[in-house]
């Protein structure tokens, strides 16, 4: 494993979240193949009136020239470079030159290029804002460098040149568009990964140190670890797999799920030891008593992990086969390693055994005690006051998310998206393809003007950029045509059609137009920008705006009109990953509900075991609705997980309970209380170490991996209490059938316990004084 963890690859794509049968996403790879690329544009903007001095604009074309050199660099679109038709009345075509034909040498000629280029209505708005004054950029990169490591060199070797312009004239550049974001989630994914693994090994090792007092506690605790991270990431690349974001928190995350199994061995290994001094005998048990129990829990975590393979998302399936099979593959790295080495170790001393007699973990279980045996009204009044006010939250809870939701609020991404937002409305791609319903459709003046009336719709919206079509190229020609008069920046008249026609239909204009029209004329491409608003916001400007116009627009029977794009498949993405993770927590609902039933063949003993694990989950939705957390991939994600998790406890207390209920005769009372003597130390210190486990995940530069780690220690810490109290409660509850009786009985075994804990302590005392005396 150790080997195959050497050829471990990070992925260079984040969005493969539609799955490969989805309507829009078999359109968008249509689209692809008939226009190439929506999501390859580092836009790069600029706001700065030092840049309209000519010495200053001088480097600004020299910048453009350089990027256009970059490999992996297909065009560059800038003031500096921007083109303009002109009329050759000799060869009756038009001609495409540029504005700036050579270096600015003085601040006049600079001027009066600018009111040229202020002239050409064809990139009003889209290279520059009048309003503003600012400027932008746009990079075009290979679609073969974007989905590889090429990815990340190429984008920094366009952030050295552009940096580097921006010393010299000391001109703030901001950064934007898919390959841009995509680079950064690249190189903080791995920075993350090393941060989480080195957190989760400190946090672990402290708490296990504080917990034992014990080297060896700790070092096999760090070698199963060690183990399981390996195979961890062995398992990724066996199965053909790369990091993601979702699998490079799978080390940590796998190391956090491993240490209840160590700290239940070790807390066994130490309360056998105590009971009858043989290490042998004490090494056996953990073997007998915690392996199957240690299974079923590993099991049950599993199948929690396992459901997501049912999901339509490639990166949630990967997440979940890997996580399900390290799951299990945990109990027998744990079973193998831990009683294995510790045949070679020298017994316990009575230091690395204190932690058996802690005294505060021990007045907590007395307080526990107390709350169940006496106070069990007030532990239902609690729980269904605290419950009242969650699902008052739950329904406060709002589903959206945004395309750079994951990164920090004091991120420069999401500033710089907020300058794109401000003076271009936005540049993430939304793409708009009009069916006219017959070849060369194009060429006729009525589809031209219907065209032209979403255009202008297009315009009029508030988070949508101009739209770049074919209208421009058309209206740019007549321009020209009356030698760049910016009035004449029109569709042409029936009459003038002819005309411009003649003009437009050269072989050397084509190159212009496919980008925006088909090979045969009858598919009308309009290629917009749009502001990062959120999944509601999108779906209200997409389906209810847009659309709903184009319908209007186009009604006649023979057109049709398909919106697509990278934007609108992240909203699809995102609802199908709330979805199928809703869905992928009822199957484990039922599936950990049928394992349930495999342990404890009661029915009642089923229902009571779910409560406990179903409570925290509602309050932690509660939260989420409170506090405004919306519901999203990453927090939708945090249920399935928890489930899993939790349930461990309630399996280790319920088995606890069926043993001693046997040995006691079937008192509930007792069995209650010497299960939770038995394994609520263990229930607390399992929940304390994932507690801290996953609030490390906090410490993440991604807003989604903060919630998953938050939300999901609460759900923890919530569950230790209801199983550490509500289930105790509702054993005594439901399961004892003469509680007066059986409330008589355990009041008797407990004083005599008392009077033998006593016993013992006052030997103890003597033989420490006759210790002192000799």
């Not at 932690?355 to 973990?361: E, M």
């Not at 169940?372 to 959206?400: D, E, H, Q």
């Not at 020609?477 to 920046?489: I, L, R, S, T």
């Not at 409560?611 to 927090?635: H, Q, R, W, Y």
Request: overall charge positive; charged content about 20%; hydrophobic content about 45%.
């Amino acid at each position: 494993m150790g080997y195959q963890a050497k050829k471990i690859e990070i992925t260079y794509d984040f969005i493969k979240v539609v799955p490969d049968d989805d309507p829009d996403l078999i359109y968008f790879k249509e689209f692809q193949k008939t226009f190439g690329e929506d999501g390859n544009i580092l836009a790069i903007g600029l706001k700065n009136d030092k840049l309209y001095e000519y010495e200053t604009f001088a480097k600004y074309q020299q910048l453009a020239k350089d990027l256009s050199k970059v490999e992996g660099v297909t065009g560059v679109i800038a003031l500096p470079e921007l083109m303009n038709f002109q009329k050759d009345t000799v060869n009756k075509k038009f001609a495409i030159s540029p504005v700036f034909t050579k270096t600015v040498n003085s601040q006049a000629e600079l001027d009066s290029l600018l009111k040229t280029a202020e002239g050409v209505k064809v990139y009003e708005n889209l290279l520059f804002n009048k309003k503003t004054g600012a400027t932008l950029l746009a990079v075009t990169i290979d679609k073969d460098f974007l989905n590889s490591a090429k990815r990340t060199v190429v984008a920094n070797n366009i952030l050295n040149l552009t940096e580097k312009f921006s010393e010299e004239s000391s001109i703030k550049m901001h950064y934007a568009g898919l390959p841009y974001v995509r680079a950064i989630m690249v190189s903080k994914v791995k920075d993350e990964l090393n941060l989480f693994l080195g957190l989760a090994v400190l946090v672990t090792c402290i708490f296990l140190f504080i917990f034992f007092r014990s080297f060896f506690a700790v070092f096999f605790t760090f070698l199963v670890i060690l183990i399981t991270v390996l195979w961890t990431l062995g398992f990724i690349v066996v199965l053909g797999y790369k990091i993601t974001l979702l699998t490079g928190m799978l080390p940590a995350l796998i190391i956090i799920i491993s240490i209840p199994n160590c700290i239940y061995m070790f807390n066994k290994y130490h309360q056998e030891f105590r009971k009858h001094g043989n290490k042998i005998k004490a090494i056996s048990r953990i073997i007998e008593k915690v392996g199957f129990l240690t299974f079923m829990t590993n099991i049950n975590t599993a199948v929690g992990f396992f459901v997501l393979l049912f999901t339509d998302i490639s990166i949630i399936r990967e997440f979940g086969m890997v996580a399900g099979i390290v799951s299990v593959a945990t109990f027998i790295i744990t079973l193998i390693v831990i009683p294995s080495l510790l045949l070679f170790l020298p017994e316990p001393s009575k230091k690395q055994l204190k932690h058996l007699d802690f005294k505060l973990f021990r007045q907590i279980n007395q307080f526990l005690e107390g709350l169940v045996m006496n106070k069990r009204k007030w532990v239902y009044i609690g729980t269904v006051a605290v419950l009242a006010v969650s699902v008052w939250g739950i329904n406060k809870i709002n589903a959206v998310s945004y395309m750079v939701d994951d990164l920090p609020e004091d991120s420069h991404v999401k500033s710089d998206l907020g300058f794109f937002e401000q003076n271009f409305k936005g540049v993430m791609p939304l793409e708009i393809v009009v069916d006219l319903g017959k070849k060369n459709g194009i060429k006729s003046i009525s589809n031209l003007q219907k065209l032209e009336e979403l255009e202008t719709f297009l315009k009029e919206q508030e988070y949508v950029s101009p739209p770049l079509s074919v209208l421009n190229v058309v209206k740019g020609a007549v321009q020209a045509f009356y030698n760049g008069d910016p009035e004449q920046y029109r569709l042409p008249t029936n009459r003038e059609a002819p005309f411009i026609t003649k003009y437009l239909g050269k072989k050397s204009e084509e190159n212009t137009l496919k980008s925006f029209v088909d090979s045969t004329g009858q598919f009308v491409r309009f290629t917009c920008k749009v502001a990062d608003i959120g999944t509601t916001n999108m779906n209200i400007l997409i389906k209810d705006k847009i659309q709903k116009k184009a319908d209007e627009i186009f009604a006649d029977k023979h057109f049709e009109t398909h919106i697509t794009g990278t934007t609108l498949l992240f909203l699809k993405g995102n609802e199908y990953l709330i979805n199928d993770l809703k869905d992928s927590l009822i199957m484990a609902f039922i599936l950990i509900s049928l394992m349930m039933a495999f342990i404890f063949t009661d029915i009642r003993m089923i229902i009571i075991s779910l409560i406990p694990n179903i409570v925290p989950m509602i309050i932690t939705a509660g939260i989420m609705g409170i506090f405004d957390i919306t519901l999203k991939p990453s927090t939708a994600l945090i249920f399935s997980i928890a489930f899993g998790i939790s349930i461990d406890s309630t399996i280790h207390y319920l088995s606890k309970f069926k043993q001693e209920l046997k040995n006691l005769k079937g008192n509930v009372y007792a069995a209650v209380i010497k299960s939770l003597e038995e394994t609520g130390v263990s229930m607390i210190y399992t929940s304390m170490v994932l507690f801290g486990g996953f609030v490390i995940f906090s410490f993440s530069q991604f807003g989604g991996t903060i919630a998953l780690g938050v939300l999901t220690s609460l759900t923890l810490f919530f569950a230790m209490l209801t199983n550490l109290i509500l289930l105790p409660a509702l054993l005594i509850t439901f399961v004892s059938p003469n509680q007066k009786k059986e409330m008589k009985g355990f009041k008797i075994i407990k004083n005599l316990r008392a009077k033998r804990l006593q016993k013992k302590a006052d030997k103890a005392e003597n033989d420490e004084e006759t210790k002192q005396a000799v």
